[in-house]
C-alpha cells in the first residue's frame, strides 16, 4: 500500500468514524481487524453511499473490482452488478494517480480534472 492509498483509507476511516450510525461499528471493526481492514470497510462504506449504489452493488475499490479489472470490463454498462461502472471509476482513479479508496471518488475525480482545466488555461 502506497502513502495515497494511506491517506485516502484515513480520510474513509475518519468520515465514517463520525457518522453517528456507524461510529460503535467502526470501533469495533478496528477492535476486532486491525486499522487497515477497518478503513477498507470504511471506504467501502463511504463511497457506496457516496455513489448511491443498491445493496447488491459492489464500491469500486471492492476487491471483486479493483483486483479483477479487466473482467470487470468486459461486464456489460448498465448490468444490475454495476461491477463495469465501478471498474470504470477504478481506471479514471488510477490513471489520474488517485487511490481507489476515495471515499467520494467521482468528487476526487472532478476536483482534479478541475485542476487540470485550470492549469492548461
Not at 457506496?48 to 471483486?64: E, F, G, I, M, V
Not at 470504470?88 to 480534472?113: N, T
Request: with cysteine; aromatic share 4%; hydrophobic share 40%.
Amino acid at each position: 500500500m502506497d502513502d495515497n492509498d494511506r491517506d485516502a483509507l484515513q480520510r474513509a476511516f475518519d468520515l465514517a468514524r463520525h457518522d453517528p450510525a456507524l461510529h460503535g461499528r467502526v470501533d469495533r471493526w478496528l477492535a476486532e481487524r486491525g486499522w487497515e481492514s477497518a478503513a477498507r470497510s470504511c471506504a467501502c462504506h463511504c463511497q457506496s453511499a457516496a455513489l448511491n449504489l443498491k445493496p447488491w452493488q459492489l464500491p469500486p475499490c471492492s476487491p471483486t473490482i479493483a483486483n479483477h479489472l479487466d473482467d470487470a470490463l468486459r461486464v456489460p454498462f448498465s448490468d444490475a452488478s454495476g461491477r463495469r461502472e465501478g471498474a470504470e471509476i477504478v481506471r479514471k482513479l488510477r490513471s489520474l494517480g488517485l487511490s481507489i479508496y476515495e471515499a467520494d471518488p467521482l468528487a476526487a475525480i472532478a476536483r482534479v480534472e478541475a485542476g487540470q482545466r485550470q492549469a492548461v488555461k
